[in-house]
């Protein structure tokens, strides 16, 4: 990432929008972006925008303006509508429990359990959980659509594979009966791949594609053989700048992320900020990596701004929570990110 300086206090700020995709595309900027491809809806969020779980889940215009407050309230330059990670698993046949204000929604039964019939409903796309994020990304780019960048966010087969199948079920499978196992990525990788379609039609300027094969679950070799070459795929069918999302700690695979065709990896503290810029240089930017659950929830903003501060000086291109954020994470911890990037946009101009 580049840091325009010069005649800094003279020129004009870039745009949220242009800032944001210029980092993620690897070009100049004038100050780092700050964004976020997962959740960072919270209680306080919630409160601050009169919108609540499990409604933002289930009401298109709900579900915009809360995403609309990350920019509003938090000062962000991207919006992202899909706070859960079951909208795609609802509409393939899973029962869900769509949570509440305190708790976020989860996968209750599992459809391809104990079966090799990997069948796809018809209509899947009717179904209202998928209706109503691409009802929300089309009120999102009418509203803010040349100002912030505005996110989607689908579901890798693999992870779809554990709504499916069940996570131990699934990993079972990618050992003992790993044809299996492809079939149900194979299937499910078209799901990943139109539902990504129809985001950037309604309005996504970025997809975050998640998909959650991290190391302590999925060893790299398995990732490389069964994972590598579907993301490969799903992400030149898909098109447009693209994250990748993976949990945990992947060190182990940054390697092979780099090969995947993304433009961004968006990657969590446990990964060293050295590491994954080693394995990104020429191929990738980076976004993240504040740490959850020590400095954002439990920390101060001054905790906060330090481990910002770090992650610019170690070379991350956009700053970012490393994951979508604990429910009850303050909004002053929040905001930190964006006066920390404001703050080091204003030290490089002096």
Not at 129 to 141: G, N, T
Request: glycine share 8%.
């Amino acid at each position: 990432m580049r840091i325009v300086t010069e005649d800094c206090c003279t020129k004009p700020a870039m745009s949220p929008k242009r800032r944001f995709l210029a980092a993620m595309l690897g070009g100049p900027v004038d100050r780092v972006p700050v964004g976020n491809v997962v959740s960072v809806a919270t209680v306080d969020l919630m409160a601050e925008a009169g919108i609540w779980f499990p409604e933002a889940h289930r009401d298109a215009l709900a579900m915009a303006q809360l995403a609309a407050a990350g920019y509003e309230v938090l000062g962000y330059d991207t919006v992202m509508p899909v706070f859960s990670v079951t909208q795609e698993a609802e509409a393939l046949g899973c029962r869900v429990d769509w949570g509440g204000p305190d708790m976020m929604p989860g996968a209750r039964t599992h459809p391809f359990s104990g079966t090799g019939d990997f069948h796809i409903p018809r209509g899947w796309m009717d179904a209202r959980s998928i209706q109503v994020v691409l009802e929300a990304l089309s009120l999102l780019r009418k509203a803010y659509g040349e100002r912030v960048v505005i996110v989607g966010k689908v579901m890798g087969p693999w992870s779809l594979s554990y709504h499916l199948m069940g996570v131990e079920e699934f990993l079972i499978s990618t050992i003992d009966s790993p044809d299996r196992a492809r079939d149900s990525l194979d299937a499910l990788k078209t799901v990943t791949i139109a539902f990504a379609r129809a985001q950037m039609r309604a309005g996504a300027d970025i997809i975050c594609l998640a998909d959650h094969s991290t190391g302590g679950m999925v060893s790299p070799v398995m990732y490389r053989d069964m994972l590598l070459p579907l993301h490969q795929e799903i992400i030149a069918a898909i098109g447009c700048p693209t994250v990748l999302h993976c949990c945990g700690n992947t060190t182990d695979r940054l390697a092979y992320f780099a090969q995947t065709g993304i433009d961004c990896y968006h990657f969590e503290s446990l990964v060293e900020i050295e590491d994954a810029v080693a394995a990104a240089a020429g191929h990738m930017t980076l976004i993240g990596n504040v740490n959850n659950t020590q400095t954002l929830l439990a920390g101060t903003p001054d905790d906060v701004a330090a481990e910002c501060t770090r992650a610019i000086d170690g070379g991350v291109d956009i700053l970012s929570p490393e994951c979508a954020v604990p429910l009850t994470t303050p909004t002053a911890n929040l905001r930190a990110l964006v006066e920390v990037a404001e703050r080091a946009r204003e030290g490089a101009g002096r």
